[in-house]
């Protein structure tokens, strides 16, 4: 079906007239009368009786008006869907996230998005940094909140560095170092000590060996939990003591108590995507420029 003279139809049959079709299109008369000619020949019936006070529809002419007006409608329709889509404003957006990182601003941020761009629908998985670079590599995710990650990383993602979180001890509410104003890393030397896995991890794990390291001391890891919940489970009931970020604190931490570290030490947040991101990502992207309150300012509580 040639859509420009279905096109011509409609509006000669909306108006009744060729001429007042000629001027809503923008074009001749002539032309009008040639699209009505070809898509006649083209269907082998007459649409329109003309006269030389008015046109009108054949009754064939008022059946191909029904569907071909449904025709364009959804054709219509079809358009602004693939537009949407190619602009980012519908279609799926996948998000990993670390929830103690990401829980004091990840929810406002979410729902601020949601409000702008309803056409998008999020998902939303808690995943570890490692899970999150598995993601990326099987094109699964889009978005990620995590740690900084290996180098060998920088041709699959991108990223935006967020917020550096300081490095704290956690220990038992009766735990020796618990009053404590603040350690320093020697007076951890005789408690059996407890670091997330490094294999969800590596950046901060290996951070942290290595101010073990700068202070002339040989860690010994005794456990390493896959989750900061276990980890704040064990040394609530234990004698270990674990080196954390500080938004650990936005966990259950029932039975721990935080101490400052003397010699600071922090973790970074970044927010990754893929080096191609899809249009959803994309859409995203550009939102969060705009969102300078809650990006810039999402280290407040952590």
């Known amino acids: ?46 649409l329109l ?18 569907h071909v007006q449904a025709i364009l409608a959804h054709c219509e329709q079809a358009r602004h869907h693939a537009q949407l889509v190619a602009n ?9 996230y670390m929830s103690s990182a990401c829980a004091h601003f990840l929810p406002r941020l979410l729902r601020r998005f949601a409000e702008q761009e309803p056409g998008v ?3 939303i998985d808690e995943m570890t940094a490692a899970q999150q670079l598995d993601a990326f ?13 290996e180098a060998g990383y920088e041709g699959l993602i991108q990223r935006r560095h967020l917020l550096d979180d300081p490095i704290c001890l956690v220990v038992s ?11 320093a890393l020697a007076q951890l030397a005789p408690y059996p000590l407890t670091l997330f896995a490094r294999a969800h991890a590596s950046g901060m794990f290996d951070l942290l060996i290595s101010a073990f390291h700068q202070q002339g001391m040989q860690p010994q890891v005794q456990s390493e939990p896959t989750t900061m919940q276990a980890l704040l489970t064990q040394v609530a009931s234990s004698q270990n003591v674990a080196l954390v970020p500080g938004c650990v604190r ?25 080096a191609e991101p899809a249009a959803t990502a994309r859409r995203w992207l550009a ?6 309150d809650l990006i810039q300012n999402a280290g407040q509580g952590a």
Not at 49 to 66: H, K
Not at 173 to 183: C, E, F, I, K, N
Request: glycine share 8%; aromatic share 6%; hydrophobic share 40%.
């Open 1 to 46: 079906m040639n859509f420009k003279h279905a096109a011509t139809f409609v509006e000669v049959a909306r108006s009744g007239s060729f001429s007042v079709a000629a001027t809503r299109l923008h074009t001749v008369q002539s032309a009008i009368s040639r699209h009505i000619h070809a898509l006649e020949e083209d269907l082998g019936v007459t």
């Open 49 to 66: 009786e003309r006269s030389t006070r008015r046109v009108s529809l054949t009754a064939a002419g008022e059946v191909y008006l029904a």
């Open 88 to 96: 980012g404003k519908q279609g799926v957006l996948r998000i990993g």
């Open 121 to 123: 629908e999020v998902q």
């Open 137 to 149: 590599s099987e094109g699964s995710l889009d978005i990620g909140f995590s740690r900084p990650v």
């Open 173 to 183: 509410d009766r735990h020796p170092l618990a009053g404590s104003r603040a350690v």
């Open 250 to 274: 936005n966990l259950q931490t029932l039975g721990c108590c935080f101490v400052p570290l003397a010699q600071p030490l922090s973790v970074s947040l970044e927010m990754h995507w893929q």
């Open 287 to 292: 939102w969060c420029n705009s969102q300078t």
